[in-house]
Each structure stands twice: as structure tokens, then as C-alpha cells.
Nanobody, 124 residues
Framework: QVQVVESGGGSVQAGGSLRLSCTTSGNTYTTMGWFRQVPGAEREGVAVMDNYYISRYADSVKGRFTISRDNAKKTAYLEMNGLKVEDTGMYYC????????????????????WGQGTQVTVSS
């Protein structure tokens, strides 16, 4: 059974930083990504990285967020700097066994395995 566990969320003031972690069980997964969701909205792709260390970001977080991964630890990270109030939401880690296309990574339906989420709250 695949397990995906996020950690590192919390409450910070605007301009602050947080680092999220996503630890998986079993095999090393090719694609590991982060999504976020606020009540009443669909999950939004934030960042993704494949096992060639190619990363992609949502325009809204480019230059502020950095995704990384440690395959030996089967863990992905999301370093979030310069946080804004609009970054508030539940952050989910999503993984898949194969490479995902450039234009498909933001579609949550393309990820079969998900964690339970970790809350990030940014106050003004």
C-alpha cells in the first residue's frame, strides 16, 4: 500500500517562510508534486519534479517556491519563501510512477497517490 505523508505546515505572517516535506513508502516514485486547495476551489498545481530533477512551477509561485527531492529518503520538499496571504490553503503531496507531460502536470487527475494534506496559513 502506498503511503504519502506531508508535514511542515503552519501559520506564518506574510513574507515568512515554511518548508513542507512529503515522505513516501515503497518504491521511489518518478514524479512528485505539490498541490494546494482552498475551500470551494479545485486543487491547484503548485510545483512538480521528476526523477531527472526537472521541475515546473505555477506562475504564481515562481521565484518564491522551490521544489526538491531526496530519492534516498523517498522524500520531496517544498521550500516556500516570501509567503503571501493568497498562498493560504491545504497543501497536498501527489505522486505517480511515470513521467508526466509538460502540459499535464497541473491536472490533479493524473496523480493516483495523495497524502492527507498539511495546512498553510499566511496572515497579513
Amino acid at each position: 500500500q502506498v503511503q504519502v505523508v506531508e508535514s511542515g505546515g503552519g501559520s506564518v505572517q506574510a513574507g515568512g517562510s515554511l518548508r513542507l516535506s512529503c515522505t513516501t513508502s515503497g518504491n521511489t516514485y518518478t514524479t512528485m508534486g505539490w498541490f494546494r486547495q482552498v475551500p470551494g476551489a479545485e486543487r491547484e498545481g503548485v510545483a512538480v519534479m521528476d526523477n531527472y530533477y526537472i521541475s515546473r512551477y505555477a506562475d504564481s509561485v515562481k521565484g518564491r517556491f522551490t521544489i526538491s527531492r531526496d530519492n534516498a529518503k523517498k522524500t520531496a520538499y517544498l521550500e516556500m519563501n516570501g509567503l503571501k496571504v493568497e498562498d493560504t490553503g491545504m497543501y497536498y503531496c501527489a505522486i505517480r510512477r511515470t513521467i508526466i507531460g509538460t502540459w499535464l502536470w497541473t491536472d490533479s487527475n493524473n496523480y493516483p497517490y495523495w497524502g492527507q494534506g498539511t495546512q498553510v496559513t499566511v496572515s497579513s
